[in-house]
């Protein structure tokens, strides 16, 4: 691995497709997308979901908006989610793996990490959407139980 890539990996108690559907349809990416203490409106996400298509969000907090503009790459589902940021060159690929019991391994390999988001900061809030997103998923699997 070189110096400008990042991996990772994250085991989420929800089945593969519940997993599949949060990080592929813009009202489940509005629940959890970006780091702790930001928001990302529904209408600011677009989601293309074919190779070449368009994914874009907007993520919004008291220091500033960020603006993300991608076109995916890669799209197997529910297997692998792949893009590549128009603005930095930022390649992110999600395989989803079935563990088989009801759990999936989300692994997230970054390639052409610009330096800005390889600081440890960065690194942590990175984490943090991971943990908005394991609790976003709690939450559906509680609603879908009788």
């Known amino acids: ?3 400008d890539e990042l991996v990772h990996r994250r085991v ?4 593969r497709e519940l997993v599949w559907r949060c990080l592929t349809e813009p009202a489940e990416l509005a629940q959890f997308w970006g780091p702790r203490g930001m928001t ?7 989601v293309e979901l074919h190779a070449g298509g368009r994914f874009e969000t907007l993520i919004v907090g008291d220091s ?3 603006r993300m503009v991608a076109a995916f790459t890669e799209v197997v589902p529910p297997e692998r989610l ?15 793996i079935d563990l088989g019991d009801g759990r999936t391994e989300v692994v997230v390999h970054q390639r052409h990490v610009p330096e800005p988001m390889r600081s440890p900061q960065a690194r942590a809030g990175f984490l943090t ?4 997103l394991e609790e976003h998923l709690a939450h559906l699997i509680r609603e879908e139980q009788p």
């Open 1 to 3: 691995m070189s110096v």
């Open 12 to 15: 989420f108690r929800a089945p």
């Open 40 to 46: 990302t409106p529904l209408d600011g996400i677009v």
């Open 64 to 66: 500033g908006s960020h």
């Open 82 to 96: 792949a893009w590549v940021e128009s603005a930095s060159g930022l390649h992110t690929t999600s395989t989803l």
């Open 129 to 132: 959407s991971l943990d908005k």
